[in-house]
């Protein structure tokens, strides 16, 4: 009799054994993630790290109409401002928790430039060959602008008379802005900047296209410039670099923060 009952036992407590592990929840979610890069501009892509464990799907929303399932995503922002991220995560048995965090998007705001190299001869002789002595170097304007007509940002500048090497510029609170808009974002759009040769009076100068000739000048994007950051991420420089087709050399250096 005692023969019987023992696999019976066995039996039964391998059954309850059993439903008690069908029942049991999977662990909840531990939800957690990290930006890379930390300091997060408009135009730039950013990933978003995620760290979370015991989930098995999950669900973003960016707060600016973006959402995605993708474990790690990589986004990319286009307007300024302030942002709140929320990340889900579930379980295969519909378990959920969440993340939210709010995130700010900067942009790139001028803060000067530098002029590093240009040509200081007009295919190889004196820009002004009328003038005398050292008058015969350039007396340079220099203007940065948009390409995009709407867009009315961007300065106009006098370096100086007769300059002779670089490198030369100011910062920007030496530069007068068109229309006195305020800060010169630069964002993801074309920009030209190029030097003009004045030949004009200085004691009332006068910007007509007679007194103005065209030294070098270049074309870019600013978020596809070569870029180099502070250690905190939130301002550096963007490097332009060009070589014409007659051999000359534009070298120029646009300072910015991240605001």
Do not use: H
Request: charged share 20%; glycine share 8%.
């Amino acid at each position: 009799m005692t023969k019987l009952y023992k696999p019976l036992s066995i039996f039964l407590f391998l059954l309850v054994l059993s439903s008690c592990s069908e029942d049991d929840p999977f662990p909840v979610p531990l939800v957690n993630f990290f930006l890379d890069p930390e300091v997060v501009e408009v135009g730039i892509p950013v990933m978003f790290d995620n760290l979370t464990t015991n989930a098995s799907r999950y669900e973003w929303d960016f707060g600016d109409g973006q959402i995605v399932t993708d474990i790690s995503p990589t986004i990319t922002f286009t307007s300024p401002g302030t942002v709140t991220v929320t990340l889900r995560a579930f379980t295969e048995d519909d378990q959920v928790d969440s993340l939210v965090q709010d995130v700010s998007i900067l942009e790139r705001v001028l803060t000067g430039y530098v002029v590093n190299v240009f040509p200081i001869t007009n295919g190889g002789v004196a820009w002004d060959p009328d003038s005398v002595g050292f008058q015969q170097l350039p007396d340079l304007f220099s203007v940065l602008q948009p390409v995009d007509p709407n867009n009315t940002s961007g300065f106009l500048d006098i370096i100086g008379a007769n300059i002779a090497v670089g490198p030369v510029g100011n910062g920007i609170e030496f530069v007068t802005f068109p229309n006195e808009e305020g800060p010169i974002v630069l964002g993801d759009e074309e920009w030209q900047f190029f030097l003009l040769d004045y030949d004009g009076p200085f004691d009332n100068i006068d910007l007509s296209p007679e007194n103005l000739e065209t030294v070098i000048g270049a074309q870019f994007n600013p978020l596809e410039a070569a870029t180099f950051k502070n250690d905190q991420g939130d301002g550096g420089f963007i490097t332009v670099l060009l070589q014409d087709n007659a051999g000359n050399v534009l070298d120029v250096d646009f300072t910015f923060e991240l605001q």
